[in-house]
């Protein structure tokens, strides 16, 4: 007897949207913002209300944003701040002593610093940071319906990451930009398998009104928007000759935004 009855088929799973914050001070410097509470930047106010329209497209059934004041503005701006909750887990990385710190400043006493693998003195470890996130991706999982989510730099690349089952190492090859949007899904023919459907997609004059419908709906096939170092792509390539990338991305069409 069959049993695909799509009357009683099973509820989508949740996708997860996940915006970071707009343009601060300190991330226009390239200073390392944690625990500091940094206001937007006037650009970044802008930038922040441009995610106004993609969002409005989108009918979520939960929203949740990091404590931190960047990003329950950057939620505000977007036209969901009267429907957030606080959702701790979402806050930054902790960097320790080197908050309010550039990379280029600590690689000078510590070369080949990695935050990726070797976290921060008196912060996060990597480890710390992965158990942080599963935490959160387990909770998130449970969910019904879309999921909007405002946070952060550093620990949104590493929560691509862990969505997709890969170490914390490898967020060093998923860069996401201010006041960006990410779209954390399901593979159309095995929704069992998490995909990243879209990333580090940011309005601009150039962009669509809202992001094409096939890249950001479940069952249909979908575009991996990537603006990310050469590097990056390299090691895809290389995983994908090595026969170790998954599927979602070695089918994915990467666009340069």
Same mark, same amino acid.
């Given at each position: 007897?069959?049993?695909?009855?799509?009357?009683?088929?099973?509820p989508?799973?949740?996708?997860?949207?996940?915006?970071?914050h707009?343009?601060?001070?300190?991330?226009?410097?390239?200073?390392?913002?944690?625990?500091?509470?940094?206001a937007?930047?006037?650009?970044?106010?802008?930038?922040?209300?441009?995610?106004?329209?993609?969002?409005?497209?989108?009918?979520?059934?939960?929203?949740?944003?990091?404590?931190?004041?960047?990003?329950?503005?950057?939620c505000?701006?977007?036209?969901?701040?009267?429907?957030?909750?606080?959702?701790?887990?979402?806050?930054?990385?902790?960097?320790?002593?080197?908050? +309010? /710190? !550039?990379?280029?400043?600590?690689?000078? %006493? =510590? @070369?080949?610093?990695?935050? *990726?693998?070797?976290?921060?003195?008196?912060?996060?470890?990597?480890?710390?940071?992965?158990?942080?996130?599963?935490?959160?991706?387990?909770?998130?999982?449970?969910?019904?319906?879309?999921?909007?989510?405002?946070?952060?730099?550093?620990?949104?690349?590493?929560?691509?990451?862990?969505?997709?089952?890969?170490?914390?190492?490898?967020?060093q090859?998923?860069?996401?930009?201010?006041?960006?949007?990410?779209?954390?899904?399901?593979?159309?023919?095995?929704?069992?398998?998490?995909?990243?459907?879209?990333?580090?997609?940011?309005?601009?004059?150039?962009?669509?009104?809202?992001?094409?419908?096939?890249?950001?709906?479940? +069952? /249909? !096939?979908?575009?991996?928007?990537?603006? %990310? =170092? @050469?590097?990056?792509?390299? *090691?895809?390539?290389?995983l994908?000759?090595?026969?170790?990338?998954?599927?979602?991305?070695?089918?994915?069409?990467?666009?340069?935004?």
């Open positions: 007897m069959r049993t695909d009855d799509p009357t009683t088929a099973s989508a799973p949740p996708r997860l949207f996940y915006f970071r707009g343009e601060t001070l300190w991330s226009l410097s390239g200073r390392h913002t944690g625990v500091t509470d940094i937007l930047t006037a650009h970044g106010e802008a930038q922040g209300q441009a995610l106004r329209p993609w969002v409005q497209a989108i009918t979520f059934a939960h929203v949740l944003t990091s404590p931190r004041a960047r990003a329950r503005a950057t505000d701006l977007a036209g969901l701040g009267d429907r957030a909750q606080i959702e701790p887990d979402l806050a930054e990385w902790d960097y320790g002593d080197y908050e +309010g /710190r !550039r990379s280029v400043d600590i690689c000078e %006493q =510590r @070369p080949g610093w990695n935050i *990726f693998r070797d976290g921060c003195p008196n912060g996060e470890s990597p480890s710390a940071i992965g158990d942080r996130i599963d935490r959160l991706i387990a909770r998130l999982r449970t969910l019904d319906g879309d999921v909007a989510l405002f946070s952060h730099g550093q620990f949104g690349e590493a929560f691509g990451a862990r969505w997709i089952g890969l170490p914390v190492l490898e967020a090859h998923l860069e996401i930009g201010p006041a960006s949007m990410n779209v954390l899904s399901w593979d159309r023919d095995h929704p069992e398998t998490p995909v990243l459907a879209l990333w580090n997609a940011a309005p601009g004059p150039q962009a669509p009104a809202v992001p094409p419908p096939a890249d950001l709906t479940l +069952g /249909r !096939r979908r575009r991996c928007c990537v603006r %990310q =170092r @050469p590097a990056a792509l390299a *090691f895809a390539s290389r994908a000759v090595d026969g170790l990338l998954p599927k979602y991305l070695r089918k994915a069409r990467h666009k340069w935004l």
